[in-house]
């Protein structure tokens, strides 16, 4: 806040003084001359206090339209975060409990909805924001999982439910449904299913067949009809896998085996070692952050046209960046610590060469990591430790990572033990200090996100916790 404190010249300069001998002269109580001059002083006085309390108000105006101007950059960069995994809505205060599902074990989002499982195979359709059922979709024999939106950038987050039946020849029936449950169509597919993708507005299965061959096949979910099928040349044994690349290809392999698939036609199309390119995030100039899946992990920045940047070799230490970030941070393979370097160059900005550091959040202004026994806030730019904050040795430690975090851009939620049960501890991001805490149920043993909300799993419950 400004404080402008306003004085008046006249008055200053009014201080008990001996009078003019004019002033002497004049009758008691004043000529009309000497009235009007005491008037013209009292006008000149209330311009002169009202151009200062006119500046001081446009000073104050200034200042009060400044900090409007960063709280609503601040703010809409914020609403840019809640796009991203792990970001919730503004929870300056304790979250309270929204809904609970009893009996449930397991829950994805898919579109506006939560897809909640139990360990006997049921699975129903529920609202995110009410826990209102929409659907029930699992049970008797029939198992129901979310299928995951591709890595290809501009695809939106999956809205698809896929509900698989085993065939007596090995095979399975795949129903595939909408987020209120709507039947949309219906697969067979010859065997185990490897990898279920949605890739645009359809469904990739890949498929080991009995006779442990490969079959890859693209459907329309509304029709069912197969756009193409392709047998590979790949023999699938346990070891087998499949990866959507960057350029709209799948990749799979089985021992030293390989072979690539163009997404479009399903043709299969030459490769190299560097075959396996995963993109991890779209940055808001459109460009990409990108895994090189070869026999060392690389990662790398690439231009919107597909140009790479720069290369280094290392893990992603973080899985999705704040839009406003300037750097990437990447774990090192062949030595202890995190490397940070530069978007737009390359260069490695600064280091931590700690082996038992691992990263939990990344935005623009600070990067968090835990430290052992500790939880750590860095300054990303300059490398600077901003504040240090034990980290109580729990079950919770070890499922602490950049996939588990939660944080509404000002805050991020740590769960901790407490004597009398765990607790969800919102830690400051400026300072290190604790801004709320609120219990959770004693079997929990996981928290993550949900479309903007905290979701608590463990013990056979689904409770979903948000803003009040």
Known sequence: MVVVELTDADDASASPSAPSAADASRPEGGTPSAVGGASDRARRRGRRTGALALAATLAVGAVVAANVVEQRAEAARRAALVDLPGVVAPLPSAPVELWRATGWSEADVVGDALLVRGGDGGAELRDVGTGAVRAVVGGDGRACTVVPASAIPGVEPSSLVSCRTQQRDGGYAVDLLDADGAALASVVLPGEVLLEQQVDDDVVHVVRTPDGSVQVRRTEPATGDERWVHRSSVRAGDDAWAVVAVDRVLVMGADSSRSAVALDDGAEVARTEDDGVVVLDVLPDGRRLEAVLALRTRMRVSSPDGDVLFEEEGGPATYTLDP????????????????????????????????????????????????????????????????????????????????????????????????????LVAVDLASGDDSWRVPLPDAADRVVSARGRILVLGGGDVVVLGAR
Do not use: C, F, K, N
Not at 334 to 340: H, W
């Open 324 to 423: 406003a970030a300037r750097e990437v941070v990447l774990r090192d393979l062949t030595g202890p610590g995190l490397r940070v370097h530069d978007l737009a160059s390359g260069d490695v900005v600064w280091t931590i060469e700690d082996d038992d550091v691992w990263p939990v959040l990344h935005l623009a202004d600070v990067l968090v990591v835990t430290a052992g026994h500790q939880l750590q806030g860095w300054d990303p730019r300059t490398g600077q430790r901003l504040w240090t904050r034990d980290l109580p040795a729990s079950q919770w430690s070890s499922v602490l990572g950049p996939e588990s975090v939660i944080t509404d851009g000002a805050r991020v939620m740590v769960p901790e033990p407490a004597s009398d049960g765990p607790e």
